[in-house]
T-cell receptor, first 111, second 113 residues
């Protein structure tokens, strides 16, 4: 069983739609990360959270520690949001924060 | 804005050859990481490095792999004798302190022929 499961694996939507990507994990964590990977391959950190909710522009991330579940929401989606969104859980080992990654959700927003 | 840089962007090598992938983390960051992503697969942790030593390594990080921070700025990943299955995108990341986010470099695409 994968330690980090994301759903859906692929998501296609129309511009303006509200997007939700889900992440469930099975291990104890120090923090959960949402990352964005563009077609060129580069990875950008969107959020790091250990409780509650964070918002940055049109992106919102929530986490429920008891249920070991997190969601990433995109409001008023735009074609430039098209990318792979990756959930990763962090555990601190000897001070450093090892990340375990989900398989990613490929999001396509059509104009 | 500070960023993590990696060189080269693409490296092609023959099986059995040694390769060194280079990373320049964000200055004043303390924690350093290497990850890899085989084409079409998820990103995998290779190794973490703190205080001039390895903090943790995965089962992928066998005796063929080594890391160094030779001069206080560069952070390198060496693969001693490459195999076909080492073909992947390799990402370096750095982190300011143990509870902050990680910043990723643009990656080095390694192709072993």
């Amino acid at each position: 069983k994968n330690e980090v499961e994301q759903s859906p694996q692929n998501l296609t939507a129309q511009e303006g739609e509200f997007i939700t990507i889900n992440c469930s994990y099975s291990v104890g964590i120090s923090a959960l990360h949402w990352l964005q990977q563009h077609p060129g391959g580069g990875i950008v950190s969107l959020f790091m959270l250990s409780s509650g909710k964070k918002k940055h522009g049109r992106l919102i991330a929530t986490i429920n520690i008891q249920e070991k579940h997190s969601s990433l929401h995109i409001t008023a989606s735009h074609p430039r949001d098209s990318a792979v969104y990756i959930c990763a859980v962090g555990s601190i080992i000897q001070g450093a924060q090892k990340l375990v990654f989900g398989q990613g959700t490929r999001l396509t927003i059509n104009p | 804005e500070p960023e993590v840089t990696q060189t080269p962007s693409h490296q092609v090598t023959q099986m059995g050859q040694e390769v060194i992938l280079r990373c320049v983390p964000i200055s004043n960051h303390l924690y350093f990481y290497w990850y890899r992503q085989i084409l079409g697969q998820k990103v995998e942790f290779l190794v973490s490095f703190y205080n001039n030593e390895i903090s943790e390594k995965s089962e992928i990080f066998d005796d063929q792999f080594s890391v160094e921070r030779p001069d206080g700025s560069n952070f390198t990943l060496k693969i001693r004798s490459t195999k076909l299955e080492d073909s992947a995108m390799y990402f370096c990341a750095s982190q300011g302190d143990r509870v902050s986010e990680q910043y990723f470099g643009p990656g080095t695409r390694l192709t072993v022929t």
